[in-house]
């Protein structure tokens, strides 16, 4: 007999690195360790009462049923309300969908926009689940890199990078791993050059919500309307409203491409939870607790980067959205040793301090490390406090 063979996913694709680093902090953390965790991907804050209250309710009422494929409803027609109203365009409800998170929004886009072997670009540094689902659709990836400091790229960049041969673009603002927002001049400028192009947009804008600039978020539908039928825009409840274990995301996108999304997802996941689903409906009124958590995250923002300022050889660009900081750490390697410097330096500061931090590489950027603020001051404190004294021990 043969041996019993998986398919070719199962060995291309790893562990998400960033998840498997935030349960090995979990794990000592559990274990009593007093480890110090900037790998956090959510929100630390409970999810806003009124939503949790609408969710009890929906059980009492006996909402346990299956609902259409794409949402109910009153919850697409919420969405395209609220959207409509936020980006200045008119929205249909047949022109949202509902999935499990923003990561399903964007694996069923990806997935009835290319065909095997087609191109994506993507902006480096990019959230560690682009990549991985371009391979899983067997496409291939375009790495667009900034040539600015500030993780931003510009349309040079994107012609350098050939993406004009691309099927589809990932676009991510404000980004996770670098916390980069681009603004409205930044945005209108690679519009223009999109519009010279063919490809579908994803836009990834999922953190819409954490931005602490004066100008705040901008989304590309706002600036480019005339390019809907190519935007895919990817959003949802996860971040802003504390909500990641509900699994609330939303796609806005032209009614032929929801429409093939949501006939996939009729067949793999069928609709979003119910309850959760009912939850949501009342989310778009708990603007005031966004607010609050936003102006929290923006104080923590402001924390981490005043902890993590003169260090010598630590460098970053401070992040203007979501809640992360992405430091260059080459400065604190020998010229000879920058191979694998910042899976060297996460290790350490966890055996040594007991600091978890996400190292670079997956995210397109090596020599790097993600560290997440969306903890408490005293944390992000002790985390600076306990950062500065691992490096007095690291070897570079
Ligand atoms: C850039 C980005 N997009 C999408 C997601 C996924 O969000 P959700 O939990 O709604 O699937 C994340 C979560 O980490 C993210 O960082």
Known sequence: MGELRLGWLSDVLGDSPTLKLSGQAKALLAAGEPVVNLTAGEPDFPTPRPICDAALKALEDGHIGYTAAAGTPELRQRVAEYYAERMGVPIKSSEVIVSNGAKQVLYNALSVLLNQGDEVAVPVPYWVTYPAQITALRARMIPVIPTQPGWKITPED???AGAGRAKALIFNTPSNPSGAVYTRAELEDLADYFRKTSFFILTDEIYEDL?????????????????????VTVS??????????????????????????????????????????????????????????????KHRRDVLVEEMSGIPGLEFTVPDGAFYLLADIRGLLAEDRQVGGCMRLAEHLLA?????????????????????????????????????????TFGG
């Open 352 to 392: 040594a301090e007991k600091v978890a931090v996400v190292p670079g590489e997956p995210f397109g950027v090596p020599n790097h490390l993600r560290l997440s603020y969306a903890d408490s001051e005293d944390t992000l404190r002790e985390a600076g406090v306990r950062f500065k004294r691992a490096l007095e």
């Open 158 to 160: 994107l012609e350098r």
């Open 236 to 297: 949802g409840l996860s971040k802003s409203y504390a909500m990641t274990g509900w699994r609330v995301g939303f796609g806005i996108a032209d009614e032929k491409t929801v429409s093939a999304m949501t006939r996939l997802q009729s067949h793999s996941t069928s609709n979003v939870n119910t309850i959760a689903q009912m939850a949501s409906l009342v989310a778009f009124d708990c603007r005031d607790e966004v607010e609050t958590m936003s102006r929290a995250f």
């Open 211 to 231: 931005v602490y600039t004066d100008e705040g978020h901008v989304p590309l539908m706002t600036l480019a309307p005339d390019l809907r039928h190519r935007i």
